[in-house]
């Protein structure tokens, strides 16, 4: 079984407004986020949020699990392990999708999880056009790790660790790279959703 991952419990300072409820395409990000989860085959997906009612809300009306991180300051880290704590410990693995990469494609999901079923890497991440990008798969057996607490650097300390034993998956999907956290970068992907419908 391979959960997904979706922390929206940061401070959204660069974009002004929570990310979390923004919109693309017709659906808020958490719900675009966890929908692709889903239809990529994770079960069961967990949204972290922070204490607030309305991304709570949001996040409730997806249908995934949801969690609260009352000490999101401390970074991402801090909710990939709350959303761990909530998971069974039967997880093969896990793929984490932050809530401002809501582009990302359903098939992109169906990718990582074929590699990740077919093969023993540790890590599976999506490369496009040469840049890797969101989201990553991690098996179980990094879960001691991530849940370091002397870890720096979070889960990318992690995937810099094992890059010599991840799989890194070519995929032609721009949104694994598109990082929507400045009111910019949102028209942009406002811009490229509307040239698609």
Do not use: W
Not at 26 to 36: E, H, L, M, S
Not at 74 to 80: A, D, L, N, V, W
Not at 87 to 94: F, M, P, Q, Y
């Amino acid at each position: 079984m391979i959960a997904g991952i979706v922390p929206c419990a940061g401070s959204s300072k660069r974009m002004g407004q929570p990310k979390a409820l923004m919109e693309v395409g017709g659906k808020t990000f958490v719900q675009a986020v966890v929908d692709t989860l889903v239809g990529g085959g994770c079960t069961p997906v967990v949204v972290v949020v922070p204490e607030d009612p309305d991304i709570e809300s949001a996040a409730r009306s997806t249908g995934a699990q949801v969690v609260v991180n009352q000490d999101p300051g401390e970074g991402p880290i801090t909710s990939f392990r709350l959303a761990l704590s909530q998971l069974a410990s039967a997880l093969d693995g896990v793929i984490y999708l932050p809530v401002d990469h809501p582009l990302v494609q359903t098939d992109t999901i169906r990718q990582l999880l074929r590699v990740a079923t077919a093969s023993s890497a540790s890590v599976v991440i999506p490369i496009h056009l040469g840049n890797r990008g969101h989201p990553s798969f991690f098996r179980a057996n990094l879960f001691t790790e991530l849940n370091d607490p002397e870890l720096e650097g979070g889960a990318r300390t992690v995937v810099h660790r094992h890059l010599t034993d991840a799989a890194l998956i070519p995929v032609d999907d721009p949104g694994v790279v598109a990082d929507i956290d400045t009111p910019e970068s949102y028209e942009v992907a406002l811009q490229k959703v509307s040239e698609l419908l």
